[in-house]
């Protein structure tokens, strides 16, 4: 059954001297795609400066807003209206012959085709000194590999805020054994290209209510590219295989391909910046 949707984000930057000039991007609204059809998309600042949309190399939509006049706070709200419907994962999966599937992974044509998310990047290069214990295996699936790989960072690494930012490397993660969603999807798709799988960085909205972590601000999770399948989802934060409570805005390389917003702004002296994230939803009755 479909579930009807509406995410509601707010940020609001309050600076100690007067901005001269600003240039956001936004990269906050739900792909219209798939499994996601958007039936309403608002975005508005208190400012009331004209917001461009615009398409970004990975082909999402972003918000731009380029304030002209001098201003010492601002707010941004969004809202989005969508239909999410339910997905079983399991059915993506295959009983193809393990050989072959392997085979497939390790073919130039393969690796040509996929290119992009195979290469390690600085926020997925796996260091040299720390061993990795995960336990990959040619005797199951490359499906099955995936499950144990979310479950090995599920079980072996503690989600805790403040403890790491967007530009934290690997070393640290695995040092540490704590963090928060990008870190884990960044060490989740290092050990799949390790293994030639292809693996990208998601950006999106998680279900409220369900007790998940990360779901009270925007959230990260993988997508692998598994032969005879396609795309499919894992989130190692919450051990979970992404379906109808995941919701996409973009995928890239890593999280500095598909920051919520990015931006430069003139001014001196501090500033402090809030946001928050609200997702609700209800089952559509005329499913």
């Known amino acids: 059954m479909a579930l009807n949707y509406v995410i509601k984000y707010a940020a609001t930057n309050v600076y100690e ?13 739900p792909l219209n795609s ?9 975005f508005r600042n ?7 949309k615009s398409i970004n190399g990975y082909g999402f939509e972003t918000f731009r807003i380029h304030p002209k006049k001098s ?29 072959d599937e392997f085979s497939q992974l390790n073919s130039l044509n393969f690796k040509v085709e996929h290119a992009t998310f195979l290469k390690s990047t600085a926020l997925t290069k796996l260091p040299k000194w720390h061993e990795i214990d995960f336990i990959y295996s040619e005797e199951v699936s490359i499906f099955e590999n995936m499950k144990n790989l979310n479950l090995w960072i599920f079980d072996g690494f503690s989600f805790k805020t403040d403890v790491t930012d967007v530009d ?9 054994k704590q963090g928060v969603c990008q870190d884990f999807t960044h060490l989740f798709c290092a050990i799949a290209r390790s293994h030639n799988i292809p693996a990208r960085y998601v950006s999106g909205y998680l279900h409220q209510g369900n007790g998940y972590f990360g779901d009270s ?4 999770w993988a997508e692998v590219f598994i032969p005879g399948c396609g795309w499919i989802g894992f989130d190692p934060t919450n051990n979970l295989i992404a379906a109808e409570n995941h919701i996409k805005v973009a995928h890239g390389k890593d999280y500095s391909d598909c920051p919520p917003i990015k931006g430069i ?11 928050s994230v609200e997702v609700n939803a209800q089952q559509n009755a005329q499913q």
């Not at 798939?34 to 608002?42: A, M, T, V, Y």
């Not at 208190?46 to 461009?52: A, D, M, N, R």
């Open 46 to 52: 208190s400012l009331q400066i004209p917001v461009e």
């Open 265 to 275: 702004v003139y001014t001196s002296g501090t500033n402090q910046t809030t946001y």
């Open 34 to 42: 798939g499994s996601q059809q958007i039936i309403s998309s608002e």
């Open 168 to 176: 934290t490397d690997l070393d640290i993660i695995l040092e540490e």
């Open 71 to 99: 201003f010492t706070s601002i707010d941004f709200e969004a809202e989005f209206h969508l239909i999410k419907d339910h997905i079983n994962p399991f059915e993506k999966t295959n009983a193809s012959n393990l050989e």
């Open 217 to 220: 601000q925007m959230h990260a």
């Open 17 to 29: 001297n007067l901005v001269g000039e600003a240039l956001w991007q936004f990269l906050i609204a």
